[in-house]
């Protein structure tokens, strides 16, 4: 064999020798910290006990038969009220006619009904006092010049129509039901 090929067979016996030592040294995982996440995560926190819950309401007594006369069953009434006369006067409105619908964004569409512009605010807020005293759901809008009343939303526009009629006999006021938005 020739001096050359000696050497290449030492070299490359030298080579794996030393691989053979050193590879399982650096491939033990002793130098690589991240993979000891375990040891820096907390043990698990102790589930606490499920809480007893108590029924705390009463049972009801049996109504199933109506009550002997001579306990008779006291039933206790509100007071009507103001806005309970006003609702009660509404006409009955058949949903099927006047659902509320969707505009091109899906939002729904709601109406209100603008009674009133004042140039002077405190005009407007007397007006609303007075209807607010009255049962109804009034609110005013500030805008560059004028001060709006307006009366609703409502989404049912056929609703609005009668409290329009109704609120032009009671204050002498005209109305616009106008599309209600927000800003």
Do not use: C
């Not at 969707?102 to 006092?129: G, M």
């Amino acid at each position: 064999m020739k001096e050359q090929h000696k050497k290449q067979l030492i070299g490359l016996a030298a080579v794996l020798v030393s691989a053979l030592v050193l590879f399982p040294l650096l491939l033990d995982g002793s130098g690589y910290r991240e993979r000891h996440l375990q040891d820096r995560i907390p043990p698990a926190p102790e589930m606490p006990e499920p809480a007893q819950v108590k029924q705390g309401s009463e049972v009801l007594p049996d109504t199933s038969k109506p009550a002997p006369p001579s306990q008779p069953a006291v039933v206790a009434v509100p007071a009507p009220t103001l806005r309970d006369a006003v609702e009660a006067a509404d006409p009955t409105i058949d949903a099927t006619q006047d659902t509320p619908a969707l505009d091109e964004q899906q939002i729904p569409v709601a109406w209100t009904l603008q009674l009133a512009s004042f140039r002077d605010e405190a005009n407007a807020r007397a007006l609303r006092s007075e209807l607010i005293g009255d049962g109804y759901k009034v609110y005013i809008r500030n805008g560059p010049d004028l001060v709006r009343v307006f009366v609703g939303p409502d989404m049912q526009r056929s609703r609005l129509e009668s409290l329009q009629a109704r609120l032009k006999k009671d204050y002498a006021l005209d109305g616009m039901i106008v599309r209600f938005s927000t800003q």
